[in-house]
């Protein structure tokens, strides 16, 4: 056989998804699984009910249409403008996607030439990398620091190059948490309208911020809807993670480039689900609200347990996760850390470390998921109380 090694080059490295790595972990030893971030319990009954009712009647059981079922692609546009006051039309300016996941592979995808560069913040999320890596362009990390995970505007100008070619943001942030303020994002839309960029934002987590902010689409800025591809998904928001219902908004010629990519990626994907999350995306708003104040209850819940239990925590202003620091329990690595945590105590978590480029910035930093139900996080606050009491 060839020498050759079998990965291209454009992959090496990527191995496989710490998700993947952990939640099988988890499943091995039994341990609570606070890594991956999937809810455990599903959404609304009626958004279940209506994929059922979808998958009964007929609608959505073949190949939908290529951009996605006019029903959902109406009710996206409808949901950005009762959110944002932002104006899609249907049939050019939305394109259904198989999760964010596809819409972020399918942008980098078309927008991308080789050697192109990106900025993206670090830690990133663990597709953003490979995304750009397939599409032969370079990341560029502007890398989030603790304890405050501000990006440091000044060093955002200093790494735009002539070879810049797309910012890649994500507000609120996973893994640590930060949302955008306003005055942030208006200093990146000056920045990209300055230097012609386009802005590729992943916004999967618009309707988790919490303490009475709000997210503000950086589309809706001066200057901005021109170049910016917005995504999000309906698997954070209504609780179906497994559906991989995702969308994209954005003027048309951005979302026929998408389009271009997309058709023949998946082509199409999720029937059935995207009648439901069509319904889903008309919820009242007290289903939003319900929804953030108690992911905001078990924020708090998992923040308390996880300071009692002796980490350093970073309080997330949005997203389904908190960012901790191991150093107070005399610990460096975190991904030793989280490979030890399951024998240890019977939990799993995910090392942030993994997410950055720069080994040092990320080295001690742990990330738990709060999107579990209240007795599974206080069972696993208790035993992570024994960390202190037991070193490894
Ligand atoms: C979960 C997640 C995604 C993936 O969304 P899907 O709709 O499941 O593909 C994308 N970006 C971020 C930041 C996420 O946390």
Redesign the pocket.
Same mark, same amino acid.
Do not use: F, L, P, R
């Given at each position: 056989m060839n020498a050759r090694p079998l990965l291209n080059r454009r992959l090496d490295g990527l191995g496989t998804t710490i998700f993947a790595e952990m939640s099988a972990l988890a499943t091995a030893t039994g341990a609570i699984n606070l890594g991956q971030?999937f809810p455990d319990t599903d959404g609304p009954e009626e958004v279940r009910e209506a994929a059922v009712r979808a998958l009964r009647d007929g609608r959505g059981n073949q190949y939908p249409p290529g951009p996605g079922v006019p029903e959902l692609r109406r009710a996206i546009a409808d949901h950005q403008r009762r959110f944002y006051g932002l104006a899609f039309d249907p049939d050019t300016e939305v394109l259904v996607?198989? =999760?964010?996941?596809?819409?972020?592979a399918a942008a980098m995808l078309a927008l991308l030439e080789p050697g192109d560069e990106v900025i993206a913040f670090e830690p990133f999320?663990d597709?953003y990398a490979a995304c750009i890596a397939m599409a032969g362009a370079r990341r560029v990390p502007l890398t989030l620091r603790a304890p405050s995970f501000r990006p440091d505007l000044d060093e955002l100008r200093s790494k735009i190059t002539p070879r810049t070619r797309l910012l890649l943001l994500?507000t609120p942030?996973?893994p640590t948490g930060t949302v955008l303020t306003d005055e942030e994002q208006r200093a990146i839309a000056a920045l990209a309208v300055e230097h012609d960029l386009l802005v590729v934002t992943?916004e999967?987590?618009e309707h988790l911020v919490f303490d009475g902010a709000a997210h503000t689409p950086i589309a809706a800025l001066p200057g901005m809807r021109e170049r910016t591809v917005s995504?999000s998904?309906?698997?954070?928001t209504f609780s179906f993670?497994g559906w991989?219902? =995702?969308w994209v908004t954005a003027d048309a010629p951005l979302v026929a480039a998408v389009r271009t990519a997309k058709q023949y990626l998946t082509y199409v994907s999720s029937g059935p689900f995207q009648y439901a999350v069509a319904e889903a995306l008309r919820l009242p708003d007290a289903y939003f609200e319900s929804f953030r104040a108690d992911l905001q209850r078990r924020r708090d819940l998992l923040a308390d347990g996880l300071r009692a239990a002796g980490f350093e925590v970073y309080r997330p202003q949005g997203?389904?996760f908190v960012t901790t620091d191991i150093t107070p329990f005399g610990e460096k690595d975190a991904y030793a850390f989280c490979r030890a945590l399951p024998e240890r105590c019977g939990v799993v978590a995910i090392p942030n470390s993994v997410f950055y480029d720069d080994p040092d910035a990320g080295r001690s930093q742990v990330r738990f998921t709060f999107c579990k139900q209240d007795d599974v996080l206080h069972e696993a606050a208790t035993r992570l109380r024994g960390l202190a009491a037991r070193p490894s």
């Open positions: 971030g996607t198989a =999760g964010a996941t596809e819409a972020i999320y597709s994500n942030h996973n992943d999967v987590y995504i998904s309906a698997g954070k993670t991989k219902v =995702g997203t389904y």
